[in-house]
């Protein structure tokens, strides 16, 4: 998996609490406070990569499997810039941000715009097509080599419980995305204009709206976020052009898990998927966490298949 808190991996494991307890649903109260952290700092992080997949699902139900390599983009804009021409990389995060947009726009009009009406699968199909397409981009231009920041900055202290500077950054860029967005949507015209297409596109029409651009302004947002989530990874984490890979698998979990559609669902299912991954992660073998959340998400689709908030982005 992309994502790793190195730190959970330092953390005494329940094998190595096996002295002070013969159970495994034994923790100490420190150690469980300092997973919760970790759970919440990554989960935030998950539900800031779903918002932009579920946005353009919810507006115009197109899967975006081209979502994780717009993520890559926004890794390598936010490295280039820093190390090429000595820009802070927090700098780095808006230009991220405005060009993942444009592309999103670019690519919405010249390949997405024509086959929304055909079958899903034929969406699917180009979409994975882009993830290609920009993938070997990174490949030629930056080469296959993982790549870091080295920022190395620390972490704080609050009650006891040690909080990674870069995953802090990072959370707190993605709350202020959540945040923007939904004021977005609710406070301006061109927001409610989304979200009145979100729920009738056809009515949507009758009324005024120009469904075509605010389709095309639509993706765009969902790319920037998508740019905005991957331009957020260098903070913290070493990049590859393979990375966006794992967080795309586990942002369709996310998405699914709360409900295609839905905001409010993303950001629970990003809360859900992080508590799993870091918990599976602490108490089971290799990559029993991923496992966990696969079995969380088959037992979701089986009881309740609209997800647990299932809605639209007008929520």
Do not use: C
């Not at 972490?155 to 967005?181: D, K």
Request: charged letters at 5%; hydrophobic letters at 55%; glycine letters at 14%.
């Amino acid at each position: 998996m992309g994502f790793s808190f190195d730190s959970v991996a330092a953390l005494p494991s329940v094998g190595g609490l096996a002295t002070e307890s013969a159970t495994v649903a034994f923790i100490r109260p420190s150690t469980a406070l300092q997973l919760i952290a970790f759970a919440v700092l990554l989960g935030g992080i998950y539900g800031l990569v779903a918002l932009g997949l579920t946005m353009i699902f919810g507006v115009m139900d197109v899967i975006n499997f081209a979502h994780g390599a717009m993520m890559v983009v926004g890794m390598y804009t936010v490295w280039w810039t820093a190390t090429a021409f000595g820009l802070h990389p927090i700098l780095s995060i808006p230009l991220a941000v405005l060009g993942l947009f444009a592309i999103g726009v670019l690519v919405h009009l010249t390949t997405i715009s024509s086959i929304m009406d055909a079958p899903q699968e034929n969406q699917l199909i180009v979409t994975f097509g882009i993830m290609l397409i920009l993938i070997s981009a990174i490949e030629i231009t930056f080469s296959t080599d993982p790549q870091s920041l080295g920022l190395g900055l620390g972490s704080v202290a609050i009650a006891g419980v040690f909080l990674p500077l870069g995953q802090l950054y990072a959370l707190l860029i993605a709350i202020s995305a959540v945040v923007v967005v939904w004021l977005f949507l609710q406070r301006t015209q061109l927001g409610r204009a989304i979200r009145g297409t979100a729920d009738d596109r056809t009515a949507a029409q009758y009324v005024g709206i120009n469904v075509p651009r605010i389709d095309y302004l639509t993706f765009g947002i969902g790319a920037a976020l998508a740019g905005l989530a991957g331009a957020v990874i260098p903070l913290f984490q070493q990049i590859n052009p393979y990375l966006g890979d794992s967080y795309l698998i586990n942002a369709f979990v996310i998405v699914v898990l709360g409900g295609l559609g839905s905001f409010p669902g993303a950001l629970l299912g990003g809360l859900i998927v992080g508590f799993v991954h870091v918990f599976g992660q602490y108490f089971l073998p290799g990559s029993g966490y991923q496992i966990s959340i696969f079995l969380i998400f088959i037992l979701v689709l089986l009881l309740k298949p609209e997800g647990l908030l299932g809605g639209g982005v007008s929520e």
